[in-house]
């Protein structure tokens, strides 16, 4: 094309004490003279078109004199695979048709506030950006983790006005709470227990990325159930046993549990908390249905609800608890609050339709990430599913389900390494299974089809 032009590469060592020395592109003005500042310059070998670089010039003085030669910062050239004393093609281009849809910045060991990331964000329009670089900008620092353009990754681009911002913190308070219910002893479709699909699938995951990209969160772990109690009146119950109970809308006992297994740590191998954690999750389920057991008391028995009867909401609220506060004692670096709920089911829950609004409003105003991770298989329906209580459960009168869909908080399905040799190897799994008879009447249908149909 006209306006590209061959130079030759050199390159330079960053001095950010040295104006000239701290830009990433140094060029002779005199081999461009259409170009002035703030041009956007695209830099690539002649026999390479995976790798074009895109810089933005910050300086254009006569102190480079080289002629039909341009320098590129070392590490930029390193990246992006630009060998120095070689020819490359140099282009200006236009902003708008490289511009980014989306940019990924990662921090740590930082405090940042909604203003700062507003001051940011403003800082960073109408510039180039390209992987792995380095920000830096009213004291905040800040490294470009993925940039998207038209639905595709690329490896550098324009930020405009229309371009999203989305901060991403390696050094965050996190909950982990995992719903110990009935589900959890039972076996997936593929022969594992949900207790191994949660720890040793899921958490094992999640902790051996946490180490690929040098995240150091503080982190809480928390098992939680509600035990139900097989009793009509309280007076079944011993005494010391009361205060502890309560009665949901269906007139049942029940009582809910906690245990903590980690609280506000930060490790980098997490592999002796994935030990710690198996241990306490084998004992838990004959320590809480065997909790208040004592020599010459008798107590009703005792069972572990299902994930869509459990405390969901409740534990949700015990993080709200928590997370409300922030600005007592506030920790000055660290940024972000997540809570992570692991559960063995669907992602159906029966809740209160009151508990759930107060819910909702307090996770939005407190800006708390609330993520559910189902281990069960993904229903036919939409998920997660809140079923809210029937106010008429003990009257004559028949009134429908009411239903709601929380869009406030994130939900995925995990799934585990069989599915994925499964779908590598190209078996179809479906998610419908009907019985024998109705396929193989089906089948029969089928044929008679092809028959009927043939000359």
Not at 103 to 108: A, H, P, Q, R, T
Request: charged content about 25%; some cysteine.
């Amino acid at each position: 094309m006209e306006n590209e032009k061959i130079k030759k590469l050199h390159v330079h060592k960053r001095n950010p004490q040295d104006a000239f020395l701290g830009n990433d592109i140094l060029i002779n003005p005199k081999d461009f003279p259409d170009v002035v500042l703030r041009d956007i310059l695209e830099i690539h070998h002649s026999d390479s078109d995976n790798s074009r670089l895109l810089l933005q010039v910050t300086t254009v003085t006569g102190e480079f004199q080289q002629k039909d030669t341009i320098s590129i910062e070392h590490s930029i050239a390193s990246s992006f695979h630009l060998k120095p004393y070689n020819n490359v093609v140099v282009k200006k281009v236009d902003p708008k048709a490289v511009a980014l849809d989306l940019v990924e910045l990662l921090f740590k060991d930082q405090y940042f506030s909604r203003s700062d990331f507003w001051r940011l964000r403003d800082s960073l329009s109408n510039t180039c950006a390209y992987l792995n670089m380095k920000l830096e900008a009213y004291d905040m620092r800040a490294q470009v983790y993925e940039l998207w353009s038209k639905g595709e990754r690329v490896t550098c681009g324009v930020i405009n006005s229309d371009t999203r911002v989305v901060f991403r913190s390696s050094t965050s308070v996190v909950q982990i709470f995992i719903q110990m219910s009935s589900e959890m002893w039972d076996f997936d479709l593929y022969g594992d227990l949900y207790i191994e699909k949660a720890v040793d699938g899921f958490l094992t995951d999640l902790f051996a990325k946490w180490k690929e990209q040098n995240c150091l969160h503080d982190v809480t772990i928390v098992l939680f159930s509600r035990t139900f109690y097989e009793a009509q009146y309280i007076e079944e119950f011993p005494v010391f046993m009361r205060d502890c109970l309560q009665v949901d809308y269906m007139g049942r006992f029940y009582e809910d549990f906690y245990r903590i297994i980690i609280q506000n740590e930060r490790y980098e191998d997490w592999t002796t908390t994935i030990k710690k954690l198996r241990k306490c999750i084998n004992q838990y389920q004959d320590y809480v249905l065997k909790y208040h057991e004592r020599p010459g008391e008798k107590i009703p028995k005792a069972y572990n609800s299902t994930a869509a009867q459990g405390n969901f909401l409740e534990t949700l609220n015990m993080t709200l608890n928590l997370f409300e506060k922030y600005y007592f004692d506030r920790n000055f670096d660290r940024t972000g609050k997540v809570a992570v709920v692991i559960t063995p089911g669907p992602g159906v829950f029966e809740v209160d339709r009151q508990l759930t609004n107060i819910t909702k409003q307090r996770t939005i105003d407190c800006g708390v990430g609330s993520d559910l991770v189902c281990m069960g298989e993904q229903p036919l329906h939409a998920a997660p599913l809140f079923k809210f209580h029937s106010k008429s459960q003990k009257s004559d009168l028949e009134v429908g389900d009411d239903y709601n869909i929380p869009h406030w908080m994130n939900h995925s399905f995990y799934i585990s390494k069989h599915q994925i040799e499964a779908r590598l190897q190209g078996s179809f799994v479906p998610r419908i299974k009907p019985p024998p008879e109705i396929v193989s009447f089906n089948f029969i249908i089928f044929l008679y089809l092809i028959f009927s149909l043939s000359p």
